[in-house]
């Protein structure tokens, strides 16, 4: 364990502090065997630092301690730092850690010529040794500069107490107040602890104080130059620094579904993309809450962890008006599915906030986080800050593939819905535009998506309607070249109907009026048939008549033909008969 | 008070000091402590000022006892020594130290309470 941190390679060898944040910023920890100068005013945390320094040395790395005091007594620190949950007695029973008060009292101290400061060499080099501790803080070690009136001697000693603590190989912390006119310390005594600077600094800002970190200076080592919030909480001191997140966190293609159906459908059915951040922006009463609420009520029940953090309602209120649009969030709180994180934006700073969140992922877990609203936020700090707070709770929502979504109260006096006061529609993946239209007075929501990235989303708007049993989407009017919602819709489409029904029935009617036609003629075609046929029949009877008349009058003709022939017989020569008898 | 005294004696003989009489007239002892690191010219130093002061002074009725810190570094914190030499006044009360090699005989004396400052001032 020890041996891990004491890199062979060429970069300065580096101790890790284990305080959450610094380490990053350092790009390693504080310079090994050398000490490093704290500075600040009064109450920026410099004893915090110090102390979790040596504790998280002590239960992350194995190494033994020694805390030298200048200022507060052993009971007090022990005391104070219980509420940071360091058990320094215990650290102290194990032999782990030195705490030692060394007093400076002047009062009883008069100075009579040359001197030195042996025995305070002589004091830490017992305490080092005595438990072979590898780090050490002095806090705060200007006090000897009021305990001592020789200013020249002090220094002196200064200067070798820094090479002493170098030869022995200990990584110091020395911290010191900060001095007036923007010198570093009262004293100047920077100038011997030239290896690694760290400036600490609490600033009021709007009523509301955040602390910053920034390391001035680190010889032999990059580190990050900006300054970084940090916040001393029940945990020790938690450095956020912005830019250790890079953007090259793995994405998924996996899909959450909004929990409304029409809005899953707008998405190609499947909702947004999971870790992907979503922005809900809209006028006030535009139901942005409530479409949160449907999206985290949608996933709890089925078991997915979310943080709903609300910065304008509290629990209770949340819980009764979500009730009565029929959800009950109250069930997965229940269920261990749904955390709350309800604060007003003014009770701390933004990096508190950021911090808290930070804190209340890593322990939950959640997959999903809400924030509603954002703009909030506003109110507690500058535009910029929440910029750069956002980017960080999205940058570290989305290296955790937790899917997040704010809501955004768009002032009504904002001219442009589609830009947000935060100015970080960048930073949004997938952002739905809720709005009010009001008609034939009355007001009625519409919800369109104005981007997705990396899907096909509908480019409709619809209007949605917050129903007792949850948000439902429904088409809007868009016949005849116009749009219409809410009961415009509803009249336009019952006009419709009517329409319709009376077009149907002409139809029908014209149609039961052909049908009529076509059967009468119908029925004409056949009584002609009919006609047709008694008339060919009567032309028949009248052929076969004539054709029996005729032959009657043929026969007859043939008798009478004949019987003048026989009388010819009778009366002509036998000659005249041959001649008849050879005609037949 | 009898187990501190023995602790430092070793080096006590060897620099010859322990002085300790009684003077009936005054029952009043200097209790004093010279706290120092190994033999410097500082240390020896403040040892001869020290006890010239006390023979003119305090002839009789004082007691120095010499800690040399380096052999008994956890003394250090009794008296919470910093500076070195320092003399700590343990007896009469209260509590007084004095840094330094002990070359400015008017403040020891001030320090030792055996002159008031404003008689220093008067004096000069």
Redesign the interface.
């Given at each position: 364990m020890k041996q891990k941190h004491r890199t062979v390679s060429r970069e300065l060898a580096k101790c890790p502090t284990g305080i959450k944040g610094l380490d990053e910023i350092t790009s390693g920890g504080l310079p090994l065997g050398r000490p490093t100068l704290v500075t600040g005013g009064a109450g920026c945390g410099k004893t915090v630092m110090g102390m979790e320094f040596l504790v998280r040395g002590i239960l992350d790395y194995n190494e033994p301690a020694a805390f030298i005091a200048f200022e507060e007594g052993t009971k007090e620190l022990v005391e104070n730092f219980k509420s940071l949950g360091f058990d320094l007695e215990n650290m102290v029973a194990q032999n782990k850690l030195i705490l030692?008060h060394?007093?400076?009292n002047r009062a009883?101290?008069?100075?009579?010529?040359?001197?030195?400061?042996?025995?305070?060499f002589?004091?830490l080099?017992?305490i080092v040794d005595s438990i072979g501790a590898k780090r050490v803080v002095l806090d705060t070690l200007e006090t000897?500069f009021s305990?001592?009136g020789n200013e020249f001697i002090v220094r002196a000693e200064l200067q070798r107490l820094f090479a002493w603590l170098k030869q022995k190989g200990l990584t110091a912390i020395i911290t010191a107040e900060r001095g007036k006119e923007g010198s570093l310390t009262r004293h100047g005594i920077e100038e011997y602890v030239s290896d690694c600077v760290i400036v600490l600094d609490n600033r009021m800002q709007e009523q509301i104080s955040t602390r910053r970190l920034r390391v001035l200076k680190y010889r032999g080592s990059s580190h990050g130059s900006n300054e970084y919030p940090f916040l001393i909480d029940e945990d020790g001191i938690s450095v956020l620094p912005v830019t250790s997140l890079g953007l090259n966190y793995s994405i998924s293609t996996e899909r959450v579904p909004t929990g409304i159906a029409g809005l899953d459908a707008m998405f190609e059915g499947k909702g947004y993309f999971k870790g992907s951040s979503v922005l809900v922006s809209g006028t006030a009463g535009t139901g942005k809450s409530s479409m949160a609420s449907s999206f985290v009520n949608g996933l709890c029940h089925k078991g997915t962890k979310c943080l709903f953090v609300a910065m304008e309602e509290s629990y209770d209120q949340i819980i009764r008006n979500m009730r009565s649009i029929g959800m009950d969030l109250n069930k997965c709180v229940e269920k261990g599915s749904l955390q709350f994180y309800t604060a007003r934006p003014t009770v701390f700073g933004l990096e508190m906030h950021l911090a808290m969140m930070h804190k209340l992922i890593i322990k939950y877990k959640p997959e999903v986080v809400i924030v509603d609203p954002i703009s909030s936020f506003l109110t507690g700090g500058m535009g910029q800050d929440i910029k750069s707070m956002l980017t960080r709770l999205i940058d570290f929502c989305k290296s955790r593939l937790i899917t997040t979504l704010f809501t955004d109260l768009t002032s009504a006096a904002n001219i442009s819905l589609e830009r947000t006061q935060e100015g970080i529609s960048s930073l949004i993946d997938t952002w739905i535009l809720l709005r009010d239209v009001e008609l034939n007075g009355e007001r009625n929501r519409l919800i369109n998506v104005l981007k997705s990235r990396g899907m096909s989303h509908s480019n409709q708007v619809r209007e949605f309607r917050i129903t007792s049993s949850g948000i439902e989407l429904s088409d809007v009017y868009i016949g005849q070249g116009i749009v219409l919602t809410g009961s415009a819709r509803v009249q336009q489409e019952a006009r419709d109907r009517v329409e319709s029904l009376t077009r149907e029935q002409e139809i029908k009617s014209k149609q039961r009026e052909l049908e009529g036609n076509r059967k009468s003629t119908q029925a004409q075609i056949t009584a002609l048939e009919a006609q047709l046929a008694a008339l060919s029949d009567q032309e028949k009877v009248l052929q076969s008549q004539e054709t029996a008349r005729r032959e009657a009058e043929n026969l007859a003709k043939e008798r009478l033909t004949s019987s003048r022939i026989s009388k010819d017989v009778q009366l002509v020569s036998p000659n005249k008969r041959k001649r008849t008898g050879a005609k037949k | 008070m009898s187990k501190k005294a023995t602790l430092p004696s070793p080096v006590a003989k060897k620099k010859k000091v322990s002085k300790n009489e009684r003077v009936s007239t005054d029952p009043e002892i200097f209790d004093l402590r010279l706290?120092v690191?190994g033999q410097t010219p500082?240390s020896l130093r403040?040892f001869a000022n020290l006890k010239k002061l006390c023979e003119e002074h305090l002839h009789g009725r004082y007691r120095i006892e010499v800690i040399d810190?380096?052999k008994n570094?956890?003394l250090?914190?009794e008296d919470?020594?910093?500076?070195?030499?320092?003399v700590v006044r343990k007896l009469p009360l209260?509590?007084?130290?004095?840094?330094?090699?002990?070359?400015?005989?008017d403040?020891?004396l001030?320090?030792l309470q055996l002159r008031s400052a404003t008689e220093i001032k008067g004096a000069k």
């Open positions: 030692d060394i007093e400076i009883e101290i008069i100075e009579t010529g040359e001197f030195d400061l042996e025995g305070l002589i004091r080099g017992g000897l305990g001592f | 706290y690191a500082k403040a810190l380096i570094p956890k250090a914190r919470a020594i910093l500076a070195i030499p320092t209260p509590l007084r130290k004095i840094i330094g090699d002990l070359s400015d005989t403040r020891v001030v320090g």
